[in-house]
């Protein structure tokens, strides 16, 4: 029996996410990001497709290291504009029964309090298939905005959101009995107060003294998802994290980050496989190989290399403007994604060192991730080799057009990998938690979270 393959849609709230340039595509759709019935149609494919989920990124500043300035971001509209990832997700769930929504939201502008309700929120109007990316941000035009002078440095953020963790969890495992609320129309009483607890924290960065004003949603907690791979990023993964996003330019990359991944999950005290790992990946399909390389070469015309550009300076924390084309990248100590850094210093599959070029034509169409272009049959051999080969569980599929791009997939890749038993026919039941893993609709017990639950001793916790 093959190994079932798992996708995950790419998206962000926003015209140009990942690949640059191609809303000048007459088919791409992304200019409709500010509509509901872009989100909603979007929804409905991504399910009759069996996809676990969308995975809606965000950032609360712009990329402005790339010449020093945000113009570039503005006039390639890269990422900016961008409105609110929360707030398109009831209207998906209301078209929807089965989809899974992670989305992005950080922990170093905004208290855990109110965030707390705003995810108990969500769980409940989804009915339990919400998951959350916690990010500790990386975008300094964002901290400034936010009234500090830069971010935190990389390792004291993820300090940071270890208490943010805490908090939360302490509001949504430890303040609600499951029966508190008893709807006694006899008595008049809705929630028995006794059931209702205090969480009496106390730390470093936060105080929250009182209950959750919210009622248990069906999952409590959302499936947490991350996405950081350095060293700080993957142990605080291996103790939070459900479902894990990884890029690497190569497969070799890819199965060094997830054999890291899977040995910091054990060495939390957690099963190997505790959490599903995603690579992010951008496919290009069509019905034979040739039309999808003339596809490739269509979309390719559109792209904006120096869009590119933008987004790498961004995501490395470096000024690629600065660098000729054919520089290589070196060694640098970035206080933005690391992991980034230290994938692009490994060698090109024919040996060279990474050059600033190379980055711009890689990183064109597909953002940090590949890309594979072929038919369906293709596309599913590629797909099921890497899954061999690097033992991922799925992929997060970035888009290069909107919806066009997730249509090919639906239409052509996914029947082929049905037909192979690689690929699910039908979603399981019950929760996002559940559909993931299988194993209900709250946290394991060997996750971090559970330790707050009601009943568990401080010491335990």
Same mark, same amino acid.
């Given at each position: 029996m093959p190994r079932q393959i798992r996708f995950n849609a790419f998206d962000m709230n926003c015209v140009a996410h990942q690949t640059s340039g191609l809303w000048k595509h007459p088919a791409d759709?992304? =200019?409709?990001?500010?509509?509901l019935e872009y989100w909603t149609e979007l929804a409905r494919l991504l399910e009759r497709g069996r996809f676990d989920g969308i995975f809606i990124a965000d950032v609360l500043g712009t990329y402005d290291v790339y010449g020093g300035s945000n113009e570039a971001a503005i006039r390639n509209g890269a990422q900016v504009p961008v409105n609110d990832p929360l707030l398109v997700i009831p209207a998906m769930a209301y078209v929807t029964e089965n989809l899974g929504f992670g989305v992005t939201a950080g922990t170093a502008y905004e208290h855990p309090y109110p965030f707390?309700?705003?995810?108990?929120? %969500? =769980?409940? %109007?989804t009915r339990g298939r919400i998951g959350w990316n916690v990010v500790t941000g990386y975008l300094p035009s964002a901290a400034r905005n936010m009234g500090a002078e830069d971010q935190m440095e990389h390792d004291d953020r993820y300090d940071y959101a270890d208490e943010y963790l805490e908090v939360l969890y302490k509001l949504w495992e430890g303040s609600w009995e499951d029966d508190a609320v008893v709807k006694d129309v006899e008595n008049g009483v809705f929630t028995d107060p006794a059931k209702v607890h205090e969480i009496g924290h106390k730390g470093k960065h936060f105080s929250v003294p009182g209950i959750h004003i919210a009622e248990p949603s069906p999952q409590r907690t959302p499936v947490i998802y991350q996405a950081g791979a350095s060293s700080r990023g993957v142990k605080f993964a291996a103790e939070n994290a459900e479902a894990i996003f990884i890029a690497g330019p190569t497969k070799e990359i890819v199965a060094s980050t997830v054999t890291k991944i899977r040995d910091a999950l054990e060495a939390a005290g957690r099963d190997r496989y505790a959490a599903k790992i995603y690579t992010l990946l951008t496919l290009i399909t069509d019905e034979t190989d040739e039309k999808a390389e003339a596809k490739y070469e269509e979309y390719l015309s559109y792209a904006s290399e120096e869009g590119a550009l933008v987004f790498m300076s961004g995501w490395m924390g470096i =000024? %690629?403007?600065?660098?000729?084309l054919d520089e290589p990248i070196g060694n640098v100590k970035s206080n933005a994604i690391q992991s980034v850094v230290a994938s692009f210093q490994e060698n090109n599959e024919d040996g060279r060192e990474w050059t600033v070029g190379d980055i711009a034509r890689h990183s064109a169409i597909g953002g940090l991730g590949p890309f594979v272009v072929g038919s369906g049959e293709t596309i599913a051999d590629t %797909?099921?080799?890497?899954v061999e080969e690097t033992d991922v569980d799925g992929f997060n599929l970035a888009y290069v057009i909107t919806p066009g791009?997730?249509?090919d997939i639906v239409e052509h890749v996914i029947p082929v990998l049905q037909e192979r038993g690689a690929y699910p026919t039908e979603y399981a039941d019950g929760t996002l938690r559940n559909k993931l893993h299988g194993a209900g609709d709250k946290l394991p017990e060997d996750h971090r979270g559970a330790g707050y639950r009601v009943g568990v001793s401080a010491a335990t916790a």
């Open positions: 759709r992304a =200019d409709q990001y500010k509509t707390a309700r705003r995810m108990s929120t %969500l =769980d409940h %109007l =000024d %690629l403007s600065q660098y000729a %797909l099921q080799q890497w791009t997730f249509e």
